[in-house]
C-alpha cells in the first residue's frame, strides 16, 4: 500500500535534481524543444511554475511512500485550479522510481490520488502525457482516465 505524504525541503531538492533534467529530456525526445537549449528551458518552466518552491500557492508536492517498506518510491506534482465542473486537480508531475516500477506501484499511487483529490475537494483530476510515453498512457488509462483532447505533429525532414 502506498501513500502520499506532503514533500519537505530535502524531498524537494531531491526532486528538483532528478526531475528538471528529465523534463528537458522529454521535451527534447516530444520535439518541443532543442536540445541545445532544452536543460535551460527546463530551468526556467520549473522556476517560473513554482517561483516559491514548496510553499507556491496552489500546488501540492507529495513524495509516495510504500508503507510496508516504509521506503520512498516516487513522487506528484499537482496543481489546483477551478474548472467548469468545479475545483480540479492536474497532475503535473508523477513519478514512480525505477527500481520500484512494473510493481503495481503505479496502480496503488493513482488510487492514493484519487483519495487524496477527494480530501482535497476535487471532483476531477487531468493530466499530460508525451505521445511516446505508452507505459504512462497505459496506466492512466487503466485508473480510469480519458483522452479529451489531441495534439498531434508530423516532421517534415
Given amino acids: 500500500m502506498v501513500v502520499l505524504v506532503p514533500m519537505n525541503q530535502e524531498d524537494y531538492h531531491h526532486y528538483l535534481q532528478q526531475t528538471v533534467g528529465e523534463y528537458a529530456k522529454e521535451k527534447v525526445r516530444a520535439g518541443a524543444w532543442k536540445e541545445s537549449e532544452a536543460l535551460k528551458l ?10 516559491k518552491g514548496l510553499e507556491t500557492l496552489e500546488m501540492f508536492l507529495y513524495r509516495i511512500e510504500d508503507v510496508e517498506r516504509r521506503e520512498k518510491i516516487g513522487y ?29 506501484f503505479g496502480k496503488q499511487a493513482m488510487a492514493a490520488l ?34 479529451t483532447d489531441y495534439q498531434m505533429s508530423k516532421r517534415l525532414d
Fill in 114 to 147: 484519487d483519495e487524496k483529490a477527494r480530501e482535497l475537494g476535487a471532483t476531477q483530476i487531468s493530466l499530460h502525457v508525451f505521445g511516446h510515453n505508452i507505459r504512462a498512457f497505459r496506466l492512466y488509462e487503466k485508473s480510469g482516465y480519458v483522452i
Fill in 42 to 51: 527546463s530551468e526556467e518552466t520549473f522556476a517560473r511554475l513554482l517561483p
Fill in 76 to 104: 506528484y506534482w499537482l496543481y489546483e485550479m477551478e474548472s467548469p465542473v468545479g475545483k480540479a486537480l492536474f497532475i503535473y508531475d508523477f513519478l514512480i522510481f525505477e527500481p520500484y516500477q512494473g510493481q503495481g
